[in-house]
């Protein structure tokens, strides 16, 4: 199944549809994008010809040779990747071939999008094909949307922390984070949650260390605690985990102080961090007051301290700063 991150663009969501566009340069949605079609074809008819073909086979005539009509009238399906470098004479044979397809024939055109090859893209489009967007994921916020929908698709329940802390331990490359969600649902019974995650990813030191700091200045003690015990024990370095605790406490006073109403776009830019954490950051500074960041991060610098040789038990000295932190963010539990 396509995931949703694969977005429809018409009305259209027939597999076996004559036409298929699929555009944007995100690989794994693109195959995902082939793949489902390939799939729907063979479920229709088994022994259905699949060729799959770049631009430099695609030259005058093939198409033609291709998707000329057969004695058993089998069902093919025709890939084109990177259409955008066709030809322009196999451009002028694809576009007449779209005013008339063949009902037994799904060809599906692979588009980057952008103005490279603009002509055949408004033409598939015109043809009435079977869109699906696959844009590069550059930020965050989506391929934070990614991995709630690959749980999805599979079935599975993800906390909001557990789909965080796999995006922030993997990073960017969708394949990684699509097979470590499949991995996950394969070995884990019931609700896969941050503790979960966690124990299969915190081998990742900075993942580890900033859902360290991300429950402490959410003010949930016990789980920060807990993660911090975890880091430690898969031998995450105290530093890391300090740093990690300063920067999610500097990020909270620098937001709390900022101008109000501003847009996040203009907050990213003057206060250095990107769009998708100013949002992560105002729902983490509920409950903050200016004194409670000043008292936070006095708390992590005495454990900085403790872990650079100022003290006999780094380990206390981290436990120590966390509860203080968390405390800090939730001054009505003192």
Not at 31 to 42: G, S
Not at 134 to 147: E, Q
Not at 233 to 255: D, Y
């Amino acid at each position: 199944m396509l995931d949703a991150m694969a977005t429809r663009k018409n009305s259209t969501d027939d597999p076996l549809a004559p036409l298929t566009l699929a555009v944007g340069q995100e690989d794994l949605l693109l195959d995902r994008a082939v793949r489902e079609v390939v799939a729907a074809a063979r479920a229709a008819d088994a022994d259905t010809d699949v060729r799959d073909l770049a631009p430099e086979q695609l030259q005058p005539g093939t198409l033609a040779e291709l998707t000329s009509p057969s004695l058993f009238s089998e069902r093919k399906v025709l890939v084109v990747r990177n259409a955008q470098d066709l030809s322009a004479d196999t451009v002028k044979e694809v576009k007449a071939y779209l005013a008339a397809p063949f009902e037994e024939i799904a060809l599906v055109l692979l588009h980057a999008g952008g103005v490279k090859g603009k002509g055949l893209l408004d033409a598939a489009r015109k043809a009435g094909a079977r869109e699906i967007a696959c844009p590069k994921m550059t930020k965050a916020a989506d391929r934070l949307a990614f991995v709630r929908g690959e749980f999805r698709t599979l079935g599975r329940s993800a906390t909001p922390e557990a789909c965080q802390t796999l995006v922030d331990a993997i990073g960017s490359d969708l394949r990684e984070l699509a097979s470590a969600a499949a991995q996950l649902c394969a070995d884990v019974e019931g609700t896969i949650d941050e503790s979960v995650v966690g124990r299969y990813y915190t081998g990742r030191a900075e993942a580890s260390s900033f859902t360290v700091a991300d429950r402490a200045v959410e003010g949930r003690a016990a789980e920060a605690l807990e993660a911090l015990r975890w880091s430690l024990s898969t031998g995450v370095a105290p530093v890391l985990i300090t740093s990690a605790l300063a920067q999610a406490v500097r990020a909270i006073g620098k937001l709390a102080s900022a101008p109000r109403g501003a847009r996040p776009g203009d907050l990213a830019r003057d206060l250095g961090m990107p769009p998708w954490k100013i949002d992560r950051v105002r729902q983490q500074m509920r409950g903050w007051s200016a004194d409670g960041v000043a008292d936070a991060l006095r708390a992590v610098a005495a454990a900085d301290a403790g872990v650079k040789g100022g003290g006999d038990d780094p380990e206390y000295a981290l436990e120590k700063a966390v509860v203080a932190v968390a405390r800090a963010a939730r001054p009505q539990r003192r």
